[in-house]
């Protein structure tokens, strides 16, 4: 393959959105790179139809959907207590954060992932709780059309979007 071929063919980098620490980006890239190995798609910074906008959103095989909180600090936390409206929006619901954030912080009753750059472990699962059919049409549905603008925007990085989704 030529260079330019090569070039043409390979996808750009997606840039850092620069809305996150070090720390929470190395957790998003490693709880990425899970939901990757189990087969699953993800969606970083992920809008619900609430306005709220999710760590990680999963997508398994099955079609069940998970959300993912990133906690970087003791301080993001406890300043943060948004994240049981996303429970609405997913059949199941995990916190992830750096090995060096004590766990015992966080609700038992939650699923907890311990991650950085390189990788991620469950070290709880998440209860599930099934979504109702129209939620899961409708966050599936949404989340489409985020892969496919994202998709697009590499493709096409002038594109304009009219901001409906």
Same mark, same amino acid.
């Given at each position: 393959?030529?260079?330019?071929?090569?070039?043409? /063919? #390979?996808?750009?980098?997606?840039?850092?959105? =620069?809305?996150?620490? *070090?720390?929470?980006?190395?957790?998003?890239?490693?709880? @990425?790179?899970?939901?990757?190995?189990? %087969?699953?798609? #993800?969606?970083? &910074?992920? #809008?619900?139809?609430?306005?709220?906008?999710?760590?990680?959103?999963? $997508?398994?095989?099955? =079609?069940? +959907?998970?959300? /993912? &909180?990133?906690?970087?600090? /003791?301080?993001?936390?406890?300043?943060?207590?948004?994240?049981?409206? !996303? &429970?609405?929006?997913?059949?199941?619901? !995990?916190?992830?954060?750096?090995?060096?954030?004590?766990?015992?912080?966080?609700? &038992?009753?939650?699923? *907890?992932?311990?991650?950085?750059?390189?990788?991620?472990?469950?070290?709880?699962?998440?209860?599930?709780?099934?979504?109702? %059919?129209?939620?899961?049409?409708?966050? #599936?549905? @949404?989340?489409?059309?985020?892969?496919? $603008?994202? +998709?697009?925007?590499?493709?096409?990085?002038?594109?304009? !979007?009219? =901001?409906? +989704?």
């Amino acid at each position: 393959m030529s260079d330019s071929l090569a070039r043409s /063919v #390979t996808p750009p980098l997606i840039p850092a959105d =620069g809305r996150q620490s *070090l720390v929470a980006a190395g957790v998003q890239r490693g709880v @990425r790179r899970l939901f990757a190995q189990l %087969g699953h798609v #993800t969606i970083p &910074e992920f #809008t619900l139809a609430s306005g709220r906008r999710a760590d990680v959103m999963a $997508l398994a095989p099955d =079609g069940a +959907l998970t959300i /993912v &909180e990133i906690k970087s600090s /003791v301080a993001d936390f406890r300043a943060d207590r948004k994240w049981p409206d !996303y &429970e609405d929006f997913c059949d199941r619901f !995990y916190f992830a954060v750096p090995e060096t954030l004590p766990f015992d912080i966080l609700p &038992e009753d939650r699923g *907890l992932i311990v991650a950085d750059s390189f990788g991620a472990a469950v070290m709880r699962e998440s209860r599930r709780h099934a979504l109702a %059919g129209a939620r899961r049409k409708a966050v #599936t549905l @949404r989340f489409a059309q985020a892969a496919a $603008l994202a +998709l697009h925007a590499l493709a096409d990085p002038d594109v304009i !979007y009219d =901001g409906r +989704l």
